[in-house]
């Protein structure tokens, strides 16, 4: 089987003398546990990195989706490239902890109110059998929930779902008739106890937590101090979950006694109510052939010198080559890979193949920079270096010097048949449910593979040991020093269009620029976009010529709509060389995740709109970020970006609107100065829409210039019934008479965070629910104030309008031109 899942190219871990005894130690213990949960960020890291680092066991958080749902506080990416930043946060993450990482192809469709719901969404049968497979190939001893599964209803649907799930298939994995065909790569696996991992909070309070039956709950203080690693297990824990940047989860450590409760849903409770694998034998005796190692590492722990790790490397040898003879083939593959790594740790080898450039393409050469230094002493020989998917094959018998690095290059050509780089479960189109992966052996990998690697061939003390190493793009940055980036495999072409979706908001030609950008010298081709009957592209083909690699050029196709109102979606592509183009390449770079490169078909929305607005100038503050100043722009507004401390009566007093973006009231301090200078800008006649905020962390009381109050209600269900309650207000009839299948066709959701009480001064348009619930009266909320208008919406505009859903641009268009009234 493959243990592989290791972060991808970041800086090699170089650990200290401390941190290669703290490995040492978890050499002797073969425990496993898996701790699962819905979301990347719903797991404890206190718990993860406790269980890790002090119970020394092999710890796997099984997410059950890649959070693609939730919202990024720090970039543009949502949807599927969110997931892609999640994954790699999750990464980061465990890297800190000393925690492993799994997920089932379930996708993260955003909130769901509860489980029964979910499991209706997912494809139930495949996210069940992906689960038995996480059981099976990380054999744990002890299962551990993040979610109750008896309290459908009371939390996000995912997060009971993923409870249940591993509730209901905690024997399913020992069984051979189920989900067979997992049989082929791993065996069978009972684990002995499932845990709720549950706190005072899923009590209701510390009072009623204090008074509970704890018969059935085991606790431990998993405020330890690891005096190697100089850090408390909650610090560890704070900074592995400080990962999780896109959602803002910056967390500070905190030091002493901290109580972790778990409580016991099947299997037998441990006496001692203390340890969870109490009773389980997880010494190296539990596996066919272990008894001699148990021994051997308890030498090698004994005898460890801190000042000179290079003497346990005889003892690893010997380690690894008893190992070899042990039956288990999971505690096999995984401790000879602990080990072979402690090797090269207590050597201070660094093994190394880099190359100079970072996206190569199928055919193209690479220049390869191998580097070998051997800075502590032991009896270490190259033996050879071979590439895999590449052509390198070198053979050598020469003895590694200390402290003499051995250094060549060597020019590579990249095989045509590489495969291009993506995140494996975006390569074919999923569904809303379950990403599309059926390909079992990769199936619940946190990431994709790298093809090109090296393969190092070492005699170390008579022994030969084999390291691969991906190909690395390492290069020196002036701000911070060595960088190391993954190396991508692009196609020598790729395309994109400029925007998402395109309005058409009258029967005049849009322009659309599409940027054609070669990532090999010398191409020629020819861009076109294929559409369907009615609509009509001039030019209907450029040719173009790119001399350079990695050059790009736009162009401009101006396309015509029917007259009818219509959505199509297009795919601009080129042909060269009798090949076609369609993918565009997506950077996602940030400092705190590896950079990542996602080939995705690239396509846009047009939507051929029947709109009028009467709003022409908007000011815009940014809020936690989205889309809506584009989409704007799209029907024709020109839309100035506001900075908070830009707000001042003269600088609003030319604009139609104002509208505050999403989260502004959570994330912009300088929104709490500029409250009376925005409704005096009402009071003049101005019109001011705000969108939702979470009601936690809101930097003035004031949202409103009447008072309002937040809550957390929310209408899930994209196609809920939109029940109008004032259908004589404006909003409802200028400059857009709107209507019933006005609501038809909206994605994800119908909006959230509506108020839950209000001034008389608002008036409520609109009653909606999701499927047998109360009736939310919040989600659009107006109040005239002086000659102007206050809107408060939670309705998703900043999902609609992307999405281009028509029949909310038609009503974002009514908002924005309240009070505002024709022009020629
Ligand atoms: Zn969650």
Redesign the pocket.
């Known amino acids: 089987m493959s243990l592989s899942a290791l972060v991808s190219a970041q800086k090699p871990k170089k650990p200290t003398s401390g941190e290669i005894f703290h490995k040492i130690e978890r050499l002797g213990f073969l425990g496993s546990v898996l701790y699962v949960?819905?979301?990347p960020?719903?797991e404890n890291t206190r718990l993860i990195s406790y269980l890790a680092n002090e119970k020394k066991a092999y710890t796997t958080y099984l997410s059950l989706t890649r959070g693609d749902g939730g919202q990024n506080l720090i970039g543009p990416e949502i949807s599927e490239l969110l997931g892609v930043m999640r994954t790699h946060e999750l990464l980061q993450a465990r890297s800190l902890d000393n925690g492993h990482q799994m997920f089932t192809r379930a996708n993260d469709f955003g909130f769901s109110k509860n489980a029964e719901e979910t499991i209706k969404i997912w494809d139930t049968e495949k996210v069940k059998a992906d689960v038995v497979w996480a059981i099976r190939k990380t054999r744990p001893d002890v299962i551990i929930n993040r979610f109750d599964h008896r309290t459908s209803g009371e939390t996000?649907g995912?997060?009971t779902a993923s409870a249940q799930l591993s509730h209901e298939l905690f024997e399913a994995g020992s069984d051979p008739k189920q989900y067979k065909e997992q049989l082929k790569y791993v065996n069978t696996w009972q684990p002995r106890r499932l845990f709720f991992n549950t706190s005072w909070w899923f009590y209701g309070s510390e009072d009623k937590f204090k008074k509970a039956d704890k018969s059935k709950l085991m606790s431990m203080d998993v405020g330890v101090y690891y005096p190697l690693l100089g850090k408390s297990n909650t610090e560890i824990a704070a900074e592995s979950r400080s990962k999780h940047k896109c959602q803002g989860f910056g967390s500070t450590g905190t030091r002493g006694m901290q109580m972790e409760y778990l409580e016991l849903l099947k299997g037998d409770l441990p006496t001692g109510k203390e340890d969870v694998f109490e009773g389980i034998n997880t010494t190296w005796t539990r596996v066919d052939g272990g008894d001699k190692v148990q021994p051997m590492v308890a030498k090698l722990i004994a005898q460890y010198d801190f000042r000179h790790p290079e003497k346990s490397i005889q003892t690893l040898i010997e380690i690894h080559t008893a190992i070899q003879k042990t039956k288990d083939p999971f505690w096999k593959a995984l401790k000879t890979k602990e080990v072979e790594d402690l090797i090269t740790e207590c050597a201070g080898l660094f093994l190394e193949a880099k190359t100079n450039s970072h996206k190569i393409t199928p055919g193209d050469s690479l220049t390869l920079d191998i580097e070998i230094v051997k800075r502590l002493d032991g009896e270490i020989k190259i033996k050879s270096i071979q590439g895999q998917g590449i052509a390198l094959d070198s053979n050598f018998n020469i003895p590694v010097v200390l402290n003499e690095p051995i250094k060549w290059s060597e020019k590579i050509k990249v095989p045509e048949t590489t495969p291009f780089t993506a995140p494996y479960w975006l390569v074919n189109k999923g569904t809303l449910g379950l990403y599309n992966v059926e390909d079992q052996a990769i199936i619940g990998d946190p990431e994709t593979q790298r093809n090109l690697k090296v393969r190092f061939e070492l005699e170390v003390f008579g022994k030969t040991l084999i390291y691969n190493k991906e190909i690395v793009h390492k290069y020196n940055s002036p701000e911070n020093g060595e960088t190391y980036r993954p190396l991508e495999i692009v196609p020598p072409i790729s395309v994109k269009v400029k925007e998402p979706v395109y309005i058409f908001s009258s029967d005049q030609a849009n322009d659309i620029k599409v940027t054609v950008h070669a990532w090999v010298k010398n191409q020629k081709g020819t861009l076109r976009i294929p559409l369907p009957i009615g609509w009509k592209s001039n030019p209907e083909a450029i040719e173009f010529e790119l001399k350079q690699a990695g050059e790009s050029k736009d162009f401009t196709f101006s396309i015509t709509p029917p007259s009818k109102a219509e959505e199509i979606y297009i795919s601009p592509e080129v042909t060269s060389l009798g090949k076609i183009y369609n993918k565009s390449i997506i950077d996602i770079n940030y400092e705190h995740i590896p950079f990542q490169t996602v080939l995705m078909q690239s396509e846009a929305k047009l939507s051929k709109l029947d709109i009028k607005t009467n709003a022409r100038k908007i000011a815009y503050v940014m809020g936690a970020g989205d889309e809506i100043p584009a989409s704007l722009k799209q029907i024709g507004c020109q839309v100035d970006m506001v900075k908070p401390d830009e707000i001042s009566a003269e600088k609003l007093m030319g604009y139609d609107a104002l509208v505050v973006g999403v989260r502004a009231y959570n994330t912009e301090e300088g929104l709490k100065f500029k409250q009376q200078t925005i409704f005096e800008y009402v009071k003049n006649g101005g019109n001011v829409v705000v969108q939702y905020n979470t009601a936690n962390g809101l930097v003035t009381k004031e949202l409103a210039p009447y008072p309002i109050t937040l809550s957390r209600s929310r209408v899930t269900v994209e196609e809920a019934e939109m029940r109008i309650l004032a259908p004589e207000h404006e909003v409802m009839n200028r400059p857009n008479k709107l209507a019933a299948n006005d609501f038809n066709h909206w994605v994800q959701e119908r909006g959230l965070y509506f108020p839950s009480e209000w001034d008389k001064n608002f008036t409520p348009i609109f009653s909606c629910n999701d499927p047998g619930e109360q009736p939310l009266d919040g989600s659009l909320l107006i109040a005239p104030y002086g000659d102007g208008n206050f809107v408060y919406t939670g309705i998703s505009f900043f999902r609609q309008l992307p999405a281009g859903v028509s029949g909310a641009y038609r009503l974002f268009a009514n908002i924005i031109s309240l009070g505002k009234h024709a022009r020629p």
């Open positions: 949960a819905a979301h960020d719903d996000h995912h997060h």
